[in-house]
């Protein structure tokens, strides 16, 4: 399963690269119309208009490729383990917390002992 998602990772970087220097070796619509009246090179590698259909149509595969791909990956990404036991059977053990000393609370600030029953009546020092 991990090889077959590292296939598809590399299938889909691969294309959005393809993708990406296709784009830009496209001309824009607007350089059609100079090409029409002469100002452009018409003796190209694949015609006058010939280009222009076999690079769109590359470029729609290859995002045809990409978006297939994407979406297998967003499928294998959250494919969940199915497990026929309960989900408790996997858990750790856990040991019961030791009881907490609760001298050494008295010693931080703000934090003053808890007295419960009748005040104190220790008599009150004098200056």
Not at 61 to 84: D, I, K, M, W
Request: charged share 5%.
């Amino acid at each position: 399963m991990n090889a077959m998602i590292t296939v598809i990772l590399a299938v889909q970087m691969l294309s959005a690269l393809a993708m990406i220097g296709l784009i830009l070796v496209q001309h824009g619509k607007g350089a059609d119309m100079g090409a029409a009246f002469g100002s452009g090179s018409s003796g190209s590698l694949f015609g006058a208009s010939g280009g222009a259909n076999f690079l769109s149509r590359t470029t729609a595969v290859l995002a045809a490729v990409f978006f297939t791909s994407t979406l297998l990956l967003a499928y294998f990404g959250n494919l969940r383990p199915t497990s026929t036991g309960s989900v408790l059977e996997g858990a750790a053990v856990v040991a019961p917390a030791a009881p907490v000393d609760n001298s050494t609370a008295s010693q931080i600030p703000g934090n003053a002992p808890v007295t419960t029953g009748a005040p104190s009546t220790a008599p009150a020092s004098s200056k």
